[in-house]
Each structure stands twice: as C-alpha cells, then as structure tokens.
C-alpha cells in the first residue's frame, strides 16, 4: 500500500471519531461532562459531535461530578452506554465513591446479575507547568481498587481502537488520555501525537500489551506518553549499540503480565518508566510482576524512572526536574546495562 | 384518599416486611450469644432493620411497576419487599448463600435485583445520583417510568443529594426523592446534624416541589407520592417527599442505643405505625379483625417459606470468590 | 453607604488588581507566539483572570483584617490583592520564582499566604469547607475573626458547597459564603447548570440570610458584606452573598470563546464595572479626575516594580521540588 | 520488674487514652466526626471522652465528610490540632479530594510555609462479612499519593505510641486501625489485641519496623492484624523448625525499607502478607524495595500473599477464601523455602 494514501489523524480526532462512529451504530451511547458540546470538549475529544448528534447525546453538565456520574451509572443500568467525562483525572476525589465503590462493585456485588457498561474518559498528565492538582496520571492508584477495566493509550490508532473496544465492553472502563498525545494546537508539538487511523471501526484489544519497538538487550515497559519518551531514548540507545524493546502496556487492568514476563525473559532487564508516582503503584507491580515470572532470567536487579513521591510542582525548572524524559531514559537503560 | 384494595395491599406490605425483618432478626441473634460476635451465625456482618419505616416503603411503593427504578440504603428492606423483590431470593442473600439475589457476594446492604430494577448500597447518599441516571435513561429511551430513591435525614447532609438534585430538577427528570426522616442517624439526633428542620424545604434549592408528611402515616404518604408519581411520569419532573417516620429498633441489631432514653424507645413502641394502621383499618371496617389475623398468616407463612429456603440452600463455592469481577 | 476613604479605596484596590492582572496577561502571552503553546514562555500552564470581577473582591475585603482566613478558588488573583497579600511575592509565584509566596510550587491556583491567611485552588469548590474550618477554629479560640469563602456559580453546584453551608448554619459559624456569578463555568452558562435562577435563594436550605447583589456595584457589594461580616463577628453566624458580576475575559487565556457571542462580549465591555464607578466617582466628586488618574500611576508604578521583581528573581534550584513534602 | 505489675489495655482503650493525654496536654486538639461522642466511636476509640472533655472537644458531625475533614484542615490552619475520624476508611470516596488534593498538598504548594498538623483516623479491615463497602485496608490508595504519613499499628502499645506521634506531629497523619486489633467486645476475640500498656504518655516513631519476632530462615513483611496471623503462623513454622522473622511496617509512609533490606539480607527469602488488594499496592512496593536492595541476597523470587483483585465479597466461604491466614502463611512460607 502507498504511504500517501494513509490518512493521519491527531489523538483527539481519533478518538472523536471513535465517539461518532460508536453513536452512529448504536443510539444507546450518549456523551456527558463539562464542557463537551459547544467547547468540544477541554482536550478536543468531542469537538463537532454537539452539531452531529445534538444536545441529548452531547450532554454538558454542571459542575457536579458525583452527581453526573452516579447518573451515568443509573444510565448504564437502564439500558443505556454512557461515556462520562472527568475532565482531569486529579479530580476524582470529588466523585471517587461512585467510580471505585459504585460503577466498579454493582457487577460483582450483584453475582454477575447486573451490567454497567460505561466509559469513564479522563486526561492525565503534565509537564506544562499545570500545578499539583491539574498534572497527574493516577492510573496506578486506580488499578489497586477492582472492578473496573483501565486503558492509558499512547497513539492515535490504538486510541481510537481502545474507545470503541471501551464502549462495546460489557464492563465499567476507566479510559485515560495523555494531553501530551492529542496533537493538541496548543500544546508542545508532538509529532507521535499524529497518526495513521483506518477510517473504518476497529478494535484494539483491552489486556494486551504491544511492543512498539523490539529490541534484545533490555525491556523498558511503559505507557501513555511516556511511549514516545522511551522511543526517542531508544534511538539514541541504538546509536549506541544498545537495543531496547519498548513494550506499551496500552491497558493497566487487565495487566498483560505474559507480555511483560516474555520481554524480559528475551532481555533479561528490565526498565519501567512511569510519569505516575513512584510508590506504591505500576512500578513495583510490573517489576514485581517480572521478578516473580522471570526471576532467574535476570541479569540485574529491575530498575525504574518514574515520578518521585512529591506533589507535583507548579514552576518549569522544578516540574522538569521531577519527570522522566528522553535524557534520563538514556542514563537509566546504561546504568541498568553497566 | 386510596381504596379500600390498596388500603389492603399496604397492610399486607407492611405486615410482611415487618415478620420478614422480625425473623431475620432473630436468625441475626443465632450464634451470637452468650457473648455477641458480629462475625458470628448463619447472618453476619451489619444487620439494620427498618421497624417503623414501613409506611414510607408502603406508600410510595403502592404508586411503583416492577420496571421502575428504585434506589436504597443500607436499611433496604422494606423497600425491596415493596417494590416486590423475590422475598426467598432476598432471605438467600442474607444468609450469604448461592441462591441470593447475588449469590452471596453483596449481603444485606447491597441488594441488587434485575427482576424490579432495585439497587442499594452501603454508602449513605451513594444511591441518589444512581437513581438520576435511571430517571435520564427513561426520558431517553422515551419511557413513562419513573425513578425513586429513598435516603435517610441523615443523607441530605451528603453533597450527593445536592448535586442529585439540582441535576434532576435541570433536566426535569422523573424521580422522587424520598427523605426517610427517622430523627437519627446512628446516634446523631437530626438537630445537631441538619440546619433546618425540614429538608422539605431543601427543594426550594432546586425550584422543585418539597412535600412534607409530617406523620408516619401509609396513606399520607400514598398520597403524596401518588401525585409526585403521576406528575413524574407525565413529564413534569423530579419531587423531594420527607416523611416523618420512626426507627422503632437500634441502628443496627446488637445498637446499645445509651444515646436514647428508655421513655423515647417507649414512646415510640407505643404509636408503631403498622399497629396502629391496622386499628384505623379495622375501626372504618376495611379489614375485619379476621381479615386482619388472615394477612399475618399469610405473610407468617411466605415469610417461613422464604427463611427456610434460605436456610436449606447451599454456600457459594469458596473459589467462586474470584468469579464475576469483570463480565 | 461607605466613607469617601472606603469609596477611594475600593477604586484603588480595583484599579491595581486590573492593572496586575494587565501586566500577568502580557507576561503569560509573551513566548507563545506564533503558535500558543501552553507550557511556554515565562508564565505557563493556565491562566484564569478576573477583570469585571473586581467589585466583589474590594467590596467584600473592605472589611477584612489580614487575621480574617479568605479562601478562594482558580481565578483569585482579584481576591488576594485586595485581601491584602503582597504584590511582589504574588507576582514570583505566578512567575514560578523563589521569592513567590510558595517558592514556585503553586503557581497561579494554588496561592497560600500566612501573612494574610490566605489560600485558594484549583479545585471547583475546595476552598469552601476549609473556610469553615478556619471559622471553627475562631469560634474555639474566642477570637473575632471572620472567614470568607469566594466561589463561582459553577462551584454552587458541588456537594462541598452544600456540605459546607450545612455546617456553618448548624454550628453559627463566623463565615461569609461569597458567590461569583459571572454566569459562565467555563463554557456552561448558568441556566444550564442550576435549576433556579439565584443561589442566593440557597441560603433557605440552611436556614441562613442569603443576599442577592443583583448587580456588579462595589457599593452595593460593600453593604452587604458590611453587613453580614458584622453579625458573624457578633457571633451571629453565617450568610450567603451571591453578586452577578461579570467574566470579561475568557474562562483562561488562551479560550476561544466560541460559545459567547461578540455582542455579548462588546456588552460586557461596555458595562465595565471598574470605569463605571470611577465614573460614578467623579461626578459624585469623591475622586477628581486627577486623583483618579493618580490612583492609576500609583497602581501602574506599583504593578511595574512587582513584575520586575518577579522577573528578576531566580528560580529555585531543580532538585529542591523533592523538598518540602513533609515538615 | 514483676510481670503483675503491667498494666494491660485493648487497643482501643490505647487510643482513647493517647487522645485523653494529648487533649489534656494541648488545649488547641479536638476531635471530630460521625458518632465520637455519646456513641464513644463506633469502634470504641473515643469512650468515655465526651464526658470527659464537652462537645466543644468531642464534636459529632453529620454525615458531611467532605464538609468536616475540609473543616478540619481549615482548623489546622488556623492554629487547631484537630483530629477527624472518617468512620470507614471505605468512604473515602466522598471526601477524597480534601484529603489528597488539599490536605495532604498545602504543605508543598505554599513552599513550607504552612503547616497541616491533622490526624485523620479511620477503621480498616474485614474479616466478619461486612460486605464490599465496609471491609477494605487500602493503605496502599493513600500511600501511593504524596503528602500525608500512614501510620498502621498492630498492638495495643504501638497504638497508644503512633497516636501520640501523629498527634505531636506537624505534617498530616492518616492513622488507619484495624477494627480486628482494637479488642472490641463485639468482635471474634483476639488475644494480641490486649497488651500491656504504659500509663503515662509515650511516642513511637513514625517510619520505624519493627521486628515483632526475629528469625533467620525468611522474612515475613506485614502490617496491621496481619502481623497477628504472621506471628500465629511463625509459632507453626517454628515446630517444624523454620524459623520466620515477623517484620512490622508500623507505618506505611514514610516506609522503612532500611528495615526491610536488612532483613531480607539477613534471611534470604521475603513473604509479604498484605490484607489490602494484592495489585499495585503495598505487596509489590515492598517486594521492589527488596529486589532493588537485596537483589544478590535473595534465595528466591519474594513472594505475597494478599487480598485477590476482587470486591470484598459478603458471603462468610467467600470472603473467608480470599482472606490471608494462618493456614496460608504457613504454607506460603513453606513454598517459599521448597
Ligand atoms: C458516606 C458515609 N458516611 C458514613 C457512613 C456510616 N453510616 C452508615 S448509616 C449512617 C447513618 C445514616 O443515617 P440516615 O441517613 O438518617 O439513615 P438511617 O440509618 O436513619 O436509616 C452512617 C453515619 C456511611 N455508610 N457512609
Ligand atoms: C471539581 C472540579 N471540576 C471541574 C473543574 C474544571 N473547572 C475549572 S474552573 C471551572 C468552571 C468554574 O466555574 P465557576 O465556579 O462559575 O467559576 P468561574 O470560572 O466562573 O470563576 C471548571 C469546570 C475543576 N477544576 N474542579
Ligand atoms: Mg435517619
Ligand atoms: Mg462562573
């Protein structure tokens, strides 16, 4: 096929399309949140779907997160697919019992009797100097609470692939976006952040991992953003003579732990790179996930980069600081090899 | 004012929810002497019954198709039986056994039933927003159903019941909210929790209608929730309804209660609604004295029937813990 | 009615916030251009304004000691200033320096200043229980002190203002409860949003005065809040104070827009509050023309000296973000 | 000095008596929360203080989390050392942005300047078919958020000790006890939940293990009434000559991995047993602490055991077969040396 004739798309179109190609199909899926209609949503996930599918189907809410997504749950119940947005994952406290004790329990409380089948959208994190409650990732804290599917896409098309495969799942999915990989106008370019997306609907399966780079002389597992870092460190390493396999966990619950014992098993090292905070969440379960299946295939002890336990700083040369980039990449892969 | 039918049918609602609770309260006790542990007998964990409350369940409930929607508490009961959830499926899941409503995962506190469209939940105001939802999807799906969900006083204290609110009445949903005001929550008497004295007239904080049943009377609330019902399913919106009842027993079963006085708990023993319903019923002779006496036995023996067959029915499998976390 | 002093002050104090405001706004557009990248230049991230909004902020502070605690929200720059908190250190965090108030941590939504007892951020409704808190602590300690909490309309619609409302009626607690209703969250309008047209009318549910300042006026703004801070020092409780003002601005810079129509924003313009009261100023001969434009110089001299500050201070050193976590 | 002199407390008597000394000492600690005063706690933890100290001190709240734990902080502020109690640390959800967003951030946003001094306190653990809303740990949630200090304690001693140190303390403390150590009369009795308990006011460290028995053949890590199963299991262990050594966190946050390292050097092999959800959490934390201080040390690959990914399910054969005990550790410690 001709390079030419492949269709690139920025993240949030992708995942806008995703939206109209799933409200076309099915008249169940509607969308609610703050500033989704006339705005388009803060992060261009819905722009243009108010005028295509009008006010019932592109709700805007006020500002009333329990509210309206405990209403999106009752929705699920009655028949409906709702997609809710949480317009930045830092907010959840205001509305977590609905999300982890409510939307992620009915199932199983009910003994496999009752289905809530909604998408809850949120964008995660900084590095654009947004201040401590407007930068995180998050998504280590909500995979320790179970019930609910979680997916963290790093490109277009598996953006789109994951919206539609979130929305037709029988499960409550938690669906994180990276601001830093919608291709946003107003954001630091980021050529990853634009894509090949197949017009047609398709899938991109939750719980499987994906190698976005092979390599044999060490695994760097990461996600999200942190993707298109650990690439752009791989280019460097390679120039180097350093092969590293860039394994993309795409979805954080279910965990493709088979995926991540394979990889390393094949390198025998093990880098995880996180922009979410270092303690107590997907670092250590993916090195312990490792150390546990691969244990007698390592030649070093795993190592990580990751978000250091400390709010995240508002100004530019402390915020920089704290997160993982191309640079420290480089170091963590030599040092793990050294 | 309902007819001598429904009438009849709140007694009867009533009489069975209250045997219903009256046996599970015993089977709670089982094991658990002589020194009380909670983990302990065939019905562990919280136990908190409604004694007292039945005319609000029985009330609004009359109004309710099983395809209605309907929200609850940790204090469930009488509202499931109400609103006509399976009683032996309801007993089973308190006993924790396989043929629950849940097969055993969810327990008294979160009973969820597809047959009548009921949920509840053990986070006081979690189910408010919930019942929203329902109320949206109807409106949606072009449905004349309504939702309601009931909460306690304490419950209007939540920032749930806020936003819940102002979204319904935003969207003129069809929902009753319906405010259980039994004076109490746990030990805090409604006064040293709630600024005002009626959360009725919360409703002017959503430009709704607040109706207040200041009594615990079956009829007063039929009829109010009549309208509220009937006005919802027309398109004309969400209602606020608080009824003033009475929480007869402890918080929950083993509930030393010191923060009431043995005068309260009297007092209250004294004007038990159900008791004093049935009186009214029989002085305007819509029962006989022996119609009454047939409906106890009836209820005594559905509610046998339902205890029994969850006594008889097996455990979940232990490994089946795992199950049923994803679809 | 105030005292020409007050009046004066008031126009100076809102004089000076729109100048500040003028000089952030250059700042954070400088390095973005062409293309707008958010993270670039000397001021990043977002950047809410308050210009039309001043009115609430000298209106209400008029009456605060630094010892009284103000909480506000995502757009407080107004509120800090005429609460009193230091130009200088305010500009060095918004500039992300080590002489700003939190030594560049914050930034611009999350200002926390002891000398003012002063904090804000950037979550809808946060603020408002803390005043509460800082209200509570007063009542122990027998001090005069009142708290304020600033929130937009958006933010009436979260359980925290509910919550919070609740318990300062319930404990008479010394607090002003100040709504901005400049009619937009974000992109929402308020007809969208609430189900009744005042949230002063919110004040019900709590049994609380609530006060519509139905229009933008320092003036008006002044009394009211005379009058309510006056009765919360008196140990009177709590009052609900909610001003239509006006968002002459987009929601941050940078927002297009595109949900308000040019009219709108040429109207708003139009009625700018700050020029109609110095207007009103002038011709009711509180202020000549020549004091006023004295007020302006003092304010541009004084806005010039806190951003040079802010420019020329250093950042702090990298490694320093890992401290200060714990005390 | 004779063993009939010591004086023995349940664990809530402990704290009572830790909030009893810290009150009469420092007018400006109070307490709050849903039924502390006449109720005396539901878990006991404030019997007897309304009496002792008015409502002014001991103040019942509705049931407006959000609204007293923000209350609280603002207190704190303000020159209060308020003491809040969330009743179930299952109801975090409807106040969890005042806790992680603001309380546990203020410190770090305003550079150091301002001061949070709170104790959050808050009932953990299952055990007795409580359902999914009632019976969850989740120390592993708030620790892998940056602000606060968790402090767990397990007897009746450390109880008293931690609560007098979070209370001195000027940073947030979330005190998190376990209804199974507090020797309520209510519950299955637990003989360690009774233990000598000094009269007079003492500290224990926050961010100090414990060893609570020391042994040479593997490292038990645990916490809460898991180091009560751990040490149950290490007497079994110990007839058939295996000798565990039972390390108690204590606290959480900040995280004694000096502690844990040292004992796995010592040892060679590492069991955590976590009641918390197994995944992304504390088990997997403590596991990466481990293989990242004591890789060449280590005999075998650490192992946990912990709360499957499920909801806490109601049924007693259910929530009996996913809980850690005795039996468990006993065997899972015996895999461990096979
Ligand atoms: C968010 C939350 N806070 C506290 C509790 C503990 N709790 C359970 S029931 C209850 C009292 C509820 O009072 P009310 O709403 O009046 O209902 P009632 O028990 O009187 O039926 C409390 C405080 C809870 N389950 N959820
Ligand atoms: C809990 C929460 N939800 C959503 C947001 C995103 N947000 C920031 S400001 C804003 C609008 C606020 O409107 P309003 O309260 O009226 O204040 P205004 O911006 O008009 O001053 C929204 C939705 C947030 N910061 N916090
Ligand atoms: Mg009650
Ligand atoms: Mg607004």
Redesign the pocket.
């Known amino acids: 096929m001709a390079v030419e004739t492949k269709r690139l798309l920025t993240t949030s179109k992708a995942i806008s399309e995703a939206f109209a190609q799933e409200m076309e199909r099915d008249p169940s899926v509607f969308l609610m949140g ?2 989704i209609g006339v705005y388009g949503g ?1 992060f261009g996930a819905t722009t243009g779907l108010l005028e295509r599918f009008g006010p019932e189907r592109v709700m805007d809410t006020p ?1 009333s ?1 329990t509210g309206f997504i405990g209403a999106a749950i009752g929705a699920a119940l009655s028949g409906m697919r709702p997609v809710a947005e ?3 994952v ?2 959840f406290g ?2 977590m019992d609905q999300i982890y004790n409510h939307m992620a329990k009915i199932h199983y409380e009910s003994g496999g009797n009752l289905k809530v089948p909604m998408v809850l959208t949120t964008a995660i994190g900084g590095g654009y100097s947004d201040g401590a ?2 930068s995180q990732t998050l998504y280590g804290m909500f995979a320790h609470l179970p019930g609910m599917k979680i997916v963290v896409p790093s490109t277009p098309y598996d953006a789109k692939g994951l919206m539609i495969s979130a929305i037709r799942d029988d499960n409550p999915v938690l669906y994180m976006f990276h601001k830093g990989i919608m291709g946003l106008g107003w954001m630091t370019p980021n050529p990853r952040a634009t894509g090949h997306v197949p017009e047609e609907p398709y899938t991109v399966p939750i719980g499987t991992a994906d190698v976005k780079r092979a390599g044999r002389d060490l695994t760097i597992v990461t996600l999200s953003l942190m993707v298109h870092r650990a690439l752009d460190a791989a280019e460097d390493l390679a120039k180097e003579g350093i092969e590293a396999e860039v394994l993309d966990l795409r979805s954080v619950i279910p965990l493709d732990r088979e995926a991540i014992v394979a990889s390393v098993r094949k390198t025998h090292r093990l880098l995880v790179v996180d922009e979410d905070y270092q303690s107590f969440g997907l670092s250590g379960e993916v090195i312990t996930t490792a150390v546990q299946g691969a244990f007698d295939s390592l030649d070093a002890p795993p190592a990580r980069l990751a978000y250091p336990d400390v709010p995240i700083p508002y100004s530019r040369p402390l915020e920089q600081f704290c997160l993982p980039n191309r640079e420290k990449i480089v170091a963590a892969a030599k040092q793990l090899l050294a | 004012m309902p007819d001598n039918d429904v009438l009849r049918e709140m007694h009867h609602q009533m009489v069975r929810i209250r045997l219903f609770e009256e046996s599970i309260q015993q089977a709670y006790l089982e094991g658990k002497t002589p020194a009380f542990d909670i983990a302990a007998g065939p019905v562990p964990g919280e136990m908190h019954l409604a004694a007292g409350q039945e005319p609000v369940a029985a009330g609004v409930c009359a109004h309710l198709r099983a395809s209605d929607a309907v929200t609850a508490t940790h204090r469930p009961h009488h509202i499931a039986l109400a609103h006509g959830m399976d009683m032996k499926r309801l007993a089973a899941e308190i006993f924790g056994k396989e043929t629950g409503l849940g097969h055993g995962r969810g327990g008294h506190m979160h009973l969820f039933d597809a047959a009548t469209n009921f949920g509840c939940s053990g986070i006081v105001g979690e189910g408010i927003p919930t019942a929203v939802g329902h109320a949206l999807a109807y409106k949606k799906q072009g449905r004349d159903n309504v939702a309601v969900s009931f909460f306690g006083e304490g419950a209007a204290n939540q920032g749930a019941f806020h936003e819940a609110l102002n979204l319904a009445a935003l969207w003129k949903l069809p929902v009753l909210f319906v405010c259980e005001d039994n004076a109490w929550a746990i030990s805090v008497p409604k006064e040293k929790a709630t600024a005002i004295a009626n959360n009725a007239d919360r409703a002017a904080a959503y430009g709704i209608p607040g109706v207040l049943v200041p009594d615990n009377d079956p009829v007063a609330v039929y009829e109010v929730a009549g309208e509220a019902v009937a006005r919802a399913r027309r398109g004309g919106g969400p209602s606020l309804i608080e009824v003033k009842t009475d929480r007869l027993l402890g918080h929950f079963e083993g509930d030393p209660q010191m923060y009431r006085s043995p005068e309260e708990l009297a007092r209250l023993k004294d004007r038990d609604a159900l008791r004093a319903f049935e009186r009214r019923l029989i002085e305007t002779a819509v029962l006989t004295a022996a119609d009454a006496q047939a409906t106890w036995d009836r209820a005594r023996a559905e509610v046998d029937e339902a205890i029994q067959f969850a006594r008889t029915s097996p455990y979940p499998e232990p490994a089946a813990a795992l199950l049923h976390v994803f679809a």
């Open positions: 703050e500033d803060i500002i997160e949480l317009m930045f830092d907010f205001v509305c409650q407007h």
